[in-house]
C-alpha cells in the first residue's frame, strides 16, 4: 500500500545550540491529518584513528544525556551546515586527541535517528597520526587511550560500548581494513 504524504506545515518549537525541534502538520492520502516530530541537526563527523601498531585512539567523556561516562570515535558537529564532513573529522581528531593526520579516508554514512531526526554522520579513517596538542572546547572533559579492534569489539558485544556512531564504525573499519 503506497500512501501520499504531503507536509502542510512544520513550526519551530525551539531552537538549540546543537539542534532545531519542529512539529511538521503531515497530510496522509488526503484525507488524515497528523503531527510528527522534527529534529534538525546541521551534521557531523567522525574518526577511526588508527595508530601505526593497528590500535584505535578512543575518547571517553562525560555524556549528560546518559549521565555517564562513554567509549566512543572522535566525533563532533560541523561548524556550519555544508562544512565537509573530512574538514570536520580532521579538526576533531586533533581537538580531542591531539593527533592529526594527513591521510582521512571515508568509510562510512551514518543517519543516527531516521525516524524523527536528519543527523547525518560521516566517519573517515586516520592512519599515519602525527602527534600535535589536544585543544578541547571549554566543556569537554576526555580522555584518550588506545584499544586493539578485537578489545573493542568485546566491548561492544559485552554492552560496554553502545554509541550507534562509534558501534557502526568500529565494525566497518573491522569488515573494510581486517578482511
Not at 519542529?22 to 496522509?28: A, G, H, N, R
Amino acid at each position: 500500500m503506497s500512501e501520499e504524504i504531503k507536509r502542510l506545515k512544520r513550526e519551530l518549537k525551539y531552537k538549540g545550540k546543537i539542534i532545531d525541534f519542529y512539529q511538521d502538520t503531515m497530510e496522509i492520502n488526503k484525507d488524515h491529518t497528523v503531527v510528527w516530530d522534527f529534529i534538525k541537526h546541521k551534521g557531523a563527523a567522525a574518526v577511526v584513528p588508527v595508530q601505526d601498531d593497528g590500535r584505535i585512539l578512543m575518547v571517553r567523556q562525560y555524556r549528560n544525556a546518559l549521565d555517564r561516562y562513554t567509549l566512543e570515535v572522535p566525533a563532533g558537529a560541523l561548524d556550519r551546515e555544508g562544512e565537509p564532513g573530512i574538514e570536520c573529522a580532521s579538526r576533531e581528531l586533533e581537538e580531542e586527541t591531539g593527533y592529526r593526520s594527513e591521510n582521512l579516508e571515508w568509510l562510512i554514512t551514518l543517519r543516527t535517528t531516521v525516524a524523527f531526526c536528519n543527523e547525518r554522520i560521516e566517519v573517515y579513517v586516520a592512519k599515519n597520526l602525527i602527534p600535535s596538542r589536544q585543544h578541547l572546547d571549554e566543556d569537554e572533559f576526555i580522555d584518550i587511550k588506545a584499544y586493539s579492534i578485537e578489545e573493542l569489539k568485546e566491548k561492544i558485544f559485552s554492552g560496554e560500548i553502545e554509541d550507534a556512531k562509534t558501534v557502526s564504525a568500529l565494525l566497518a573499519y573491522d569488515v573494510k581494513y581486517r578482511k
